[in-house]
């Protein structure tokens, strides 16, 4: 072993550590993953059939508003003028998403102005006012009224997370902006756009360093392979992105993630939905949306005989599936409590990016926060010899 730092989890946090250790402080580093591919949750191909990009895990969205962060990715790609819009199927009618003037007075068949559409959410979600909701079910009634709530939150949020809104942080719902005019964007960030080339592209210029050794199909848990736990923790420093609570062998017990399965398809249509996202927020349907990845790219000019879809499924992960939306109960932040003290006496690892924090981080804040982690703790010990075990789990 000669690498100076492995990193374990070839994703966005794993692989901007591993860039900036290689670039900027010519160290050599081991990135191993125990998938068969780069990229993490981000990695996408093309369909082998219809030729379009299909993100195998899942439609992803790039947006940030951190200067540091747009810079940062810059360097790799350059990105599209892609605007991201969602629309919703309620009640056999197509909504415009998030929650904005057109779907009140879609809902309400109404002409209400800014001020008047404000004023009757206001008195509807009038149960809550002046209180400070702590759950995803109080938040949303405070912030868009009970029948909106009823309509396009309670029942697509019951199927993506199988938890009762009261038992879900209220932060998930905070994602999603709420407008009284007609911007249907679907993020408020200053910036947004897809890579041009793709995100595999962009991953692997990241990976593309002659210091950074990248190894796949290696499981850090596998002990049948040298790159395992068991014999690299305490011989060179480690940053870990897998699950946390596998790390320690589920000592405080399974935190709880959602996965999703992907039903992908190809239909003889050159156009299946008319734009790239569809949710579909009744209880009946059993999928939350639908994605077209086409749209993802309208100026790449695709064949239009054929094109991709997927439908997406929610459910609880079980062993063996792959955790990909931290829940987060309060069952679930106590044991997060366990595992921190447990990460802090790690001295020679640090945890980080989605699965390592337990957070729901999109990609730009996963790049921050590598970017954050280096540094404040990475740097500092390759340069002036600083002990890592100042880190822990990333805060
Ligand atoms: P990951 O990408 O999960 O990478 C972790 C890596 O660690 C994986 O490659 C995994 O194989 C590897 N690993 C785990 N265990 C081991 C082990 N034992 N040994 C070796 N390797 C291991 N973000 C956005 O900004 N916009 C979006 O639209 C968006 N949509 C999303 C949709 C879905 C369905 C999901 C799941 C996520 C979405 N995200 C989105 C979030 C985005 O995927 C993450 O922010 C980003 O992938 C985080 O990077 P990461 O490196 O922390 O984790
Ligand atoms: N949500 C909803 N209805 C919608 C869209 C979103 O209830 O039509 C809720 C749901 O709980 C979801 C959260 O808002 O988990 C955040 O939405 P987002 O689209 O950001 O979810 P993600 O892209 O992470 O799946």
Do not use: C
């Not at 996408?44 to 219809?50: I, K, L, P, V």
């Not at 995803?136 to 309670?154: C, M, S, V």
């Amino acid at each position: 072993m000669t690498a100076d730092l492995v990193v374990v989890g070839a994703g966005f946090f794993g692989l901007t550590v591993a860039e900036r250790v290689a670039s900027e402080l010519g160290l050599e580093v081991l990135v191993i993953d125990r998938r068969n591919h780069i990229g993490g949750n981000a990695y996408s191909e093309r369909d082998a059939e219809t030729g379009i990009e299909v993100h195998k895990y899942g439609a992803h969205l790039f947006h940030t508003s951190n200067e540091r962060v747009w810079e940062y990715v810059n360097r790799f790609t350059t990105f599209t003028d892609y605007v991201h819009k969602v629309y919703g199927v309620h009640n056999g009618e197509v909504y415009s998403l998030p929650i904005n003037l057109a779907t009140i007075n879609q809902f309400f068949r109404a002409n209400l102005t800014p001020d008047e559409a404000r004023s009757l959410i206001q008195e509807q979600a009038g149960e809550l006012a002046g209180s400070d909701p702590q759950n995803l079910n109080d938040k949303g009634i405070q912030l868009i009224g009970r029948p909106l709530y009823e309509a396009f939150i309670k029942h697509y949020t019951g199927k993506q997370w199988q938890t009762d809104p009261k038992n879900l942080p209220a932060g998930i719902i905070s994602r999603l902006p709420v407008r009284y005019n007609y911007d249907n964007r679907y993020f408020n960030d200053t910036y947004e756009g897809l890579p041009t080339d793709g995100y595999t592209a962009w991953i692997e210029r990241m990976a593309d360093h002659p210091n950074i050794t990248v190894q796949l199909s290696t499981d850090f848990f596998d002990e049948s392979q040298p790159l395992n736990k068991k014999d690299l923790v305490g011989t060179v420093p480690i940053i870990y992105t897998g699950p946390v609570d596998r790390y320690f062998d589920y000592a405080e017990g399974e935190l709880s993630w959602r996965t999703i399965d992907f039903e992908q398809e190809v239909l003889e249509t050159g156009d299946f939905q008319g734009t790239s996202v569809v949710n579909y927020n009744d209880a009946e349907t059993p999928f939350t949306r639908i994605i077209e990845p086409r749209h993802f790219h309208p100026e790449r000019g695709y064949q239009t005989e054929k094109t991709v879809i997927m439908r997406e499924f929610s459910r609880f992960a079980e062993s063996g599936d792959e955790p990909y939306y931290p829940i987060n109960t309060a069952d679930d932040r106590q044991k997060m409590l366990a595992y921190r003290d447990l990460a802090k006496a790690e001295s020679s690892v640090l945890f980080g990016g989605r699965l390592g924090t337990y957070k729901y981080l999109d990609m730009h804040m996963a790049i921050g926060s590598a970017l954050t982690m280096y540094d404040n703790k990475i740097k500092p010990h390759f340069s002036d010899g600083t002990p890592l075990e100042s880190g822990g789990v990333d805060a």
